[in-house]
């Protein structure tokens, strides 16, 4: 956040987007020295390089440190309502491993209202993912802020190919449940999906060293990725396709997120996106969005193969009667997305299909109201 953010300390100053993430550069901070008082030396390889005297930022000293709620496995039929979290050092409540038939009512994430003046931060990451579940879920009359990270996040998960040699597949698959017995399907690199599937008979954690000892002839596919890198390896049933190569995408089949109602909350103050609709089969009506860092919403398949790989497209959803009112404050892009990337590559096929955005309200924004892609 900059300088202007000073009344509010809210994520992101308007049409400012500095921020700085130690979890994904482990490697930049060399040293930490305390030298007097408030002062702190600190030897970095250019991330901070952006620093400027008259900036305020906002720290979390934690990012996916901890949840407060887990749903695993096929949990069924639970409420949440009524609640009051004031802090996590990572998320408010995840969801994943065919859990479903789930809602929380009433709820309030942000601040605590005695300390609204010392803390700007609630939670250090998402109030609420949703990943690899059976979905069926409702989310109203929430109140849900200052969070370091989106307020809502439903998708699924996807493998991003490196190698196939033989029946083996080298993948990074850092959100995706992978299980012996697991029937996997496969799209191409345009993302449209192919004929081939395959029932997982082993899989398992390789580094880049041990699969390039034991597999001749797959070297090449990892010229470009770190010593250190570690693969999800896994073998099937059957021969792979020839039409799977590297650059290719796998879901596993047996896991649907969507079908799912977000009704009369109100999401505000945060940092990222509001929400984060990657699932199909979804009603996301009469919510308010204010002075949200990012998008307001976010329709997307985004693929960063060495930190996440998200979505497996939409199949309907209605985004309806909404109020947007300033929101990317940070100038982020638009205030709704609807796009691919497939590791810097768009989706040469339709992965979004049946969505309505109607009867909505769009109030003191600076930027586009829509982008549209796919």
């Known amino acids: 956040s900059h ?55 906002i720290l979390r000293h934690h990012v996916y440190d901890g949840t407060v709620f887990s749903l695993t496995g096929a949990s069924k039929n639970i409420t949440f309502s009524s609640l009051n979290i004031f802090g996590s050092p990572g998320m408010a409540i995840i969801a994943v491993g065919r859990s479903s038939h789930f809602q929380v009512l009433d709820t309030f994430i942000g601040v605590a209202p005695e300390y609204s003046d010392l803390h700007h931060v609630s939670l250090g990451a998402d109030a609420f993912h949703f990943v690899n579940a059976d979905g069926r879920f409702l ?13 809502i996040n439903v998708h699924d998960g996807l493998g991003y190919i490196r190698a196939v040699k ?7 698959a850092s959100g995706m449940i992978i299980e012996k017995g697991d029937v996997l399907g496969f799209k191409d690199r345009g993302f449209a999906v192919t004929d081939f599937t395959a029932t997982v008979q082993d899989v398992k954690y390789e580094s880049l060293q041990n699969a390039m000892a034991a597999e001749d002839g797959v070297a090449d596919a990892f010229t470009s990725l770190g010593e250190d890198v570690v693969l999800r390896a896994v073998t099937f049933d059957k021969g792979i396709s020839a039409a799977v190569e590297e650059g290719c995408t796998t879901w596993n089949k047996g896991y649907d997120s969507g079908n799912y109602v977000i009704r009369n909350n109100y999401f505000h103050e945060n ?6 609709l990657q699932g199909s089969q979804g009603l996301c009506e009469k919510n308010t969005f204010y002075k949200i860092q990012g998008m307001a919403i976010r329709i997307v398949m985004d693929i960063i193969p060495q930190y996440w790989q998200e979505g ?14 300033n929101c990317d404050f940070g100038s982020w892009g638009e205030l709704i ?31 586009k109201i829509m982008i549209a892609d796919n």
């Not at 096929?349 to 009867?359: D, G, M």
């Open 3 to 57: 300088v202007e953010a000073h009344e509010s300390f809210t994520f992101g100053a308007k049409s400012s987007s500095k921020a700085w993430y130690r979890y994904q550069n482990t490697g930049e901070i060399r040293s930490v020295e305390a030298i007097c008082g408030n002062v702190l030396k600190i030897t970095h390889c250019g991330g901070l390089d952006g620093f400027s005297d008259g900036d305020m930022f």
């Open 139 to 151: 989310i109203e009359g929430c109140d849900i802020s200052r969070q370091g990270d989106d307020a």
């Open 166 to 172: 033989g029946n083996k597949a080298w993948m990074h």
């Open 271 to 276: 940092r990222a996106r509001g929400i984060l």
């Open 312 to 325: 497996t497209g939409v199949d309907g959803l209605k985004f309806s009667r909404n109020v947007v009112d």
């Open 337 to 367: 997305e609807i796009s691919t990337s497939i590791d810097g590559r768009r989706a040469e096929s339709a992965v979004f299909k049946s969505i309505e955005i109607s009867r909505n309200t769009f109030k003191n924004f600076d930027s």
